[in-house]
């Protein structure tokens, strides 16, 4: 079983940029898309942005153009570069595999953006 930890959160004022991290445990980390995930207060938990294997990513339409999703297989790693960062992208943000199937959730990172 994988473990994930999520990290990099934090406040920001709309505009800002943060970079979250997740670092998996195990050596089948490299074998799966991964993805990032995030809920805010009162939603469902929604994809954000998904990475295959040989890095082809995608994108939810909300953080198209502002978020990058990449991943370090060496260091079992993936990321997401957050630009121009919204109100409305507060949540608490999560990576997962990018499927139906998950591994168990980790903490996740708490994202504020307030001015």
């Known amino acids: 079983q994988v473990q994930l930890v999520e990290s990099g959160g934090g406040s920001v004022q709309p505009g800002g940029s943060l970079r979250l991290s997740c670092s998996a445990s195990?050596?089948?980390?490299?074998?799966?898309?991964m993805a990032w995930y995030r809920q805010a207060p009162g939603k469902e938990r929604e994809v954000v942005a998904s990475i295959t294997l040989d890095g082809s990513t995608g994108y939810a339409d909300a953080v198209k153009g502002r978020f990058t999703i990449s991943r370090d297989n060496a260091k079992n790693m993936v990321y997401l570069q957050m630009n121009s960062l919204k109100p409305e992208d507060t949540a608490v943000y999560y990576c997962?595999?990018?499927?139906?199937?998950?591994?168990?959730w980790g903490q996740g990172t708490q994202v504020t953006v307030s001015s």
């Open positions: 997962n595999r990018a499927a139906n199937v998950f591994w168990s």
């Open positions: 195990g050596s089948s980390f490299r074998l799966y898309f």
